[in-house]
């Protein structure tokens, strides 16, 4: 299932770690797009940080079981 979102701040070091560190709470897989189209995996760190994310930048956030993220 794949969600879009509209950032609404920076993906700074610290925004990355917190959501690194509450999606591999996570079985499934997550991955974050951009529309360029590059994927990175969303539960790492350089990952996360090597697309430079920025504010009211609108991403797409792919899971791989939806009904997981109540857990969070």
């Given at each position: 299932m794949e969600i879009k979102?509209?950032?609404?701040?920076?993906l700074n070091n610290r925004n990355a770690a917190n959501l690194v560190n509450s999606l591999r709470e996570l079985?499934?897989?997550?991955?974050?797009y951009k529309d360029s189209g590059r994927k990175v995996n969303?539960?790492?760190l350089?990952?996360?940080l090597s697309e430079n994310f920025s504010?009211?930048?609108i991403i797409?956030?792919?899971f791989s079981?939806?009904?997981?993220?109540?857990?969070l």
């Open positions: 979102l509209k950032l609404t701040d920076n079985s499934s897989s997550v991955f974050i969303g539960k790492t350089v990952g996360l504010i009211n930048e797409n956030v792919n079981n939806l009904d997981e993220l109540s857990r």
